[in-house]
């Protein structure tokens, strides 16, 4: 019994891999994943800071054994991310006296990265995350240096770029936070531009980074419904469900360190049972609403495999411990895979 079994007449079931694992150095998780998913994304490895660190000095080292897991595995391999405000070096948007580089050069650069890594696994890599994270919740534009120097046109620019670069890969725009209703209008807005304008798009990411209470399953339902209905797949991009207090509590604003701090580890024995019960009906509250919805989504990834490895634990301060995954910190499946699986034979 595994989880890409249950799901093989569903949706691509994933899980992103970390360096440890990519590098086999994490051996037992490279033994859950090849056992138990159908589909892989790199967590870190395929980020522009790491594929191009310095202008025209690619390397691939990292990269190419990603992708060579994912084929010996037969595995729907997607790559992560071309276009991303984050873990970007700084040379791509900069001239030699550090000023920012001319909306011409800037295209130039972004043209040359994502033509060199998408060409390299052309039919290889399946999907793309063309674009991640560029829209803020409440629906404007995230002022990145892309939005910065190119305006809106950096979007559909990489669309272009990547779609000549590998005209039969998925491409997608991924973004946290997905299912704020001002952000779910500007992204279906740019989905609709793009297709209109003849550039293809495929996919939405909805990363799905949640906690227990927020957000309602009933406003993540209904971003996935939206985004379908603008005519693309949805992805579920990034799944963890932190078992923890939001370090924010209700606001996704306050930038309070304290009163975060106060909050990083509350439960140092250990989850509660009432909570670890709690934490377990959330995830099969989402994966029968992914179920329902199975013939609008396209594929569900988890961010990662055990508890042990989650980026979770060290955000958002280093040492908190979270217990967002479907392992444990033993390798061992909680008891809650067991009962997703049997909820694709419900009928
Ligand atoms: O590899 C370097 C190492 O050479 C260096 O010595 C060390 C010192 O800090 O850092 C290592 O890089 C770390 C990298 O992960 C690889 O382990 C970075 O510090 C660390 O910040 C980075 O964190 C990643 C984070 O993205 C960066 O923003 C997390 O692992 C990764 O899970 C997280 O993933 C993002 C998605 O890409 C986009 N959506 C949100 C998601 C969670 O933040």
């Known amino acids: 019994n595994s989880l890409k079994k249950a799901f093989k007449d569903k949706f691509y079931i994933g899980t992103a891999m970390s360096l440890p694992q990519i590098n086999g150095t994490d051996v037992k998780s490279d033994q859950i994943i090849a056992s138990q998913f159908s589909s892989i994304v790199a967590e870190n490895c395929m980020k522009s800071m790491f594929l191009q660190p310095q202008e025209g000095k690619f390397f691939f080292d990292d990269a190419d054994r990603f992708v060579a897991f994912g084929e010996k595995n037969k595995m729907f391999i997607i790559g992560h991310t071309l276009i991303w405000h984050s873990q970007l070096p700084k040379w791509f948007f900069v001239d030699k006296d550090g000023k920012d580089v001319s909306a011409e050069v800037l295209k130039q650069r972004m043209k040359n ?42 979007i559909p620019l990489a669309f272009q770029y990547a779609q000549e670069a590998d005209p039969n890969a998925e491409l997608y725009y991924n973004d946290y936070n997905e299912w704020y209703p001002e952000k779910v209008k500007t992204v279906i807005n740019i989905v609709k531009k ?16 949640v906690g227990l209470d927020t957000p309602k ?15 693309v797949k949805v992805n579920i991009t990034e799944m963890d469900i932190s078992a923890l207090p939001s370090p924010w509590g209700t606001s996704a604003n306050v930038s309070d360190t304290v009163k975060y701090q106060a909050k990083m580890n509350p439960y ?24 329902k919805h199975e013939d609008k989504i396209r594929r569900v ?13 060290d955000f ?14 033993n390798f061992k499946a909680k008891p809650v895979v067991e009962k997703i699986i049997q909820l694709t034979k419900e009928k």
């Not at 297709?195 to 939405?204: A, F, H």
């Not at 670890?276 to 994966?287: A, I, Q, S, V």
């Not at 958002?316 to 910190?329: A, H, I, Q």
């Open 217 to 231: 399953l009933a406003e993540y339902e209904k971003a996935i419904t939206d985004y379908a209905s603008a005519g």
């Open 316 to 329: 958002p301060v280093k040492g908190r411990t979270d217990y967002p995954l479907l392992f444990d910190r």
């Open 113 to 154: 990265h994502i033509t060199t890594v998408v060409s390299r696994y052309k039919g290889r890599v399946k999907g793309w995350d063309v674009v991640n994270e560029a829209i803020m919740e409440d629906g404007t534009y995230r002022k990145s240096k892309f939005y910065e120097i190119l305006g809106e046109e950096f």
């Open 268 to 291: 140092t024995k250990g989850l509660p049972e009432n909570i670890e019960k709690e934490w377990e009906n959330r995830y099969l509250d989402f994966f029968r609403l992914f179920i």
């Open 301 to 313: 990834t988890l961010w990662g495999v055990t508890d042990k490895q989650s980026w979770k634990n």
């Open 194 to 209: 793009m297709k209109s304008r003849g550039i293809r798009v495929d996919g939405v990411g909805m990363q799905t980074h």
